[in-house]
């Protein structure tokens, strides 16, 4: 084991023999750091974390509790081969991410450059090789072999296939399910949400009565179709319905003011 002297090592923590631990790092209580983990100057984990495996960490990364680096890769044909996982400098990794070595079925590494972000409960699967300054934001995930290029932005919830390239520069939105390769600077958008209807059952489990809930099943219709603006049709079904607080809440609402536009119902058209 090699512990630079001005490292800082909480008691509780445990740094097996042969890790190499760099100047300047601070190893927060009760981590774990495995007999081949190398980390640079200045790493910091600040606590609950387990870094393991043939892993180097670069220069100043951070990595938040419950985070798990450098474990056995979630394929089944792995059989304990010597592989490897390389973490760029000032990366920031952050609660519950996942981040799995390369297998001998594939490059044999899994590979991150600098500036990355890794937000909570995010996943970077095994021969996986991931760019500079790349973001992957809550639970987003990137399966094995996969190829992100710098500058790449992941929303919440998103995830690439198996085999697929993220061209540099490129967005994925949130909810994305990526299954085929993305070029340079494109946007990848999942199916846009769209309004379903009423809440009916929410309604009567509120104790709304009946003519209530009829006269605004009437006035959504009228609202959502028709002629004129949404927000005129609005006002007139406020007005027509004068008294109704249902209809009067839906078309307060539509009559606010919104730097996000309303949901829509799908249109037949």
Not at 189 to 202: D, R, S
Not at 206 to 215: E, F, M, Q
Request: hydrophobic share 40%; with cysteine.
């Amino acid at each position: 084991m090699s512990v630079d002297p001005t490292a800082i090592i909480h008691p509780s923590s445990i740094v097996e023999e042969g890790a190499t631990i760099g100047p300047d790092c601070k190893v927060g209580p009760f981590c774990l750091v495995g007999p081949d983990v190398v980390l640079g100057r200045a790493v910091e984990l600040l606590s609950h974390v387990v870094v393991t495996g043939n892993t180097t960490i670069g220069d100043a990364t951070r990595i938040w509790p419950t985070a798990s680096v450098g474990h056995q890769p979630q394929d089944l044909k792995f059989r304990g081969e010597k592989t490897r996982l390389e973490i760029g400098a000032r990366c920031m990794i952050r609660e519950g991410v996942s981040i799995n070595p390369g297998t001998e079925g594939g490059t044999g590494i899994t590979r991150i450059g600098d500036n990355c972000l890794f937000m909570l409960g995010s996943h970077v699967g095994h021969d996986s090789n991931v760019g500079n300054n790349v973001i992957l934001a809550n639970h987003a995930s990137i399966a094995g072999h996969v190829t992100v290029g710098d500058d790449a932005i992941f929303g919440a919830l998103s995830g690439a296939h198996q085999f697929v390239q993220i061209g540099k520069g490129a967005i994925i939105g949130a909810l994305s399910a990526v299954v085929n390769d993305v070029i340079p600077y494109g946007m990848a958008v999942p199916q846009k949400t769209e309004l379903g209807g009423l809440n009916l059952v929410g309604l009567k489990r509120r104790g709304a009565d009946k003519a209530s809930i009829n006269a605004l099943r009437i006035a959504f219709g009228e609202i959502f179709e028709g002629n004129g603006t949404l927000k005129d049709r609005a006002a007139n079904a406020k007005t027509t319905y004068a008294g109704n607080q249902l209809v009067e809440d839906v078309a307060d609402f539509l009559l606010s003011e919104s730097s996000r536009s309303f949901l829509l119902p799908k249109s037949d058209v």
